[in-house]
């Protein structure tokens, strides 16, 4: 039994080392799409977090990465607006051409989102992508890629207030742990 409690506790370690790894580490380059995942909006205008990720979207496409942009999230409660798009919008305002954005508005967790993308992805014969989010969310979000057929490099939003707060930082990282372990065990939602 103690061996067991420590086996998992190293195993915990071990998961949120490479939380932490992924979340310092931009792997950006040339790829079929740029998924930028979706966080909090208030009333049509993206949260400081959300619109930390839609800048670096946007940098990224503007060096040529990819020549499509997908936002995500739906309503979170919002009976008016979606995170996806929200996004959409915001993009287009700060000048990105409608043509190049796709936004998924369905979707209520991370795995519903990567499991919609991925669909829109394999619709279109597209097998790559570059996944925007806080660098705590990264490590998950590549494990559900791969798990859906898609190779998704990671490209953490350098402006996220979450990883400039070493609380906030700690506590989602944390979180990604223990929801990544479920994960693990194949509870997946």
Known sequence: ????FLAAL????ALYKAIRD?????????????????AAEYNGAP??????????AFELEEKGLAPLV???????????????GVGRDYLIQQGMAESKILDET???????????VSRMLHERHLTTCIAVSDGFHLY???LIFRHAGITAYASPAPASPIEADSYLRTLHSLR????????YLGIRS
Do not use: N
């Not at 190293?10 to 370690?13: G, S």
């Not at 949260?47 to 670096?56: E, I, N």
């Open 1 to 4: 039994m103690v061996l067991a």
């Open 10 to 13: 190293l195993a915990e370690r």
């Open 22 to 38: 992924q979340a310092a580490r931009d792997e950006a380059r040339p790829a079929d799409a740029i998924v930028v995942f979706g």
């Open 47 to 56: 949260s400081p977090v959300f619109k930390a990720r839609l800048d670096h």
């Open 70 to 84: 997908i936002t995500t999230g739906g309503r979170g409660g919002d009976p008016r607006f979606t995170e996806g």
């Open 106 to 116: 369905q979707s209520d967790t991370t795995y519903e989102s990567v499991r919609a």
């Open 140 to 142: 998950r979000v590549k």
């Open 176 to 183: 990604e742990m223990a929801i990544t372990s479920l994960w």
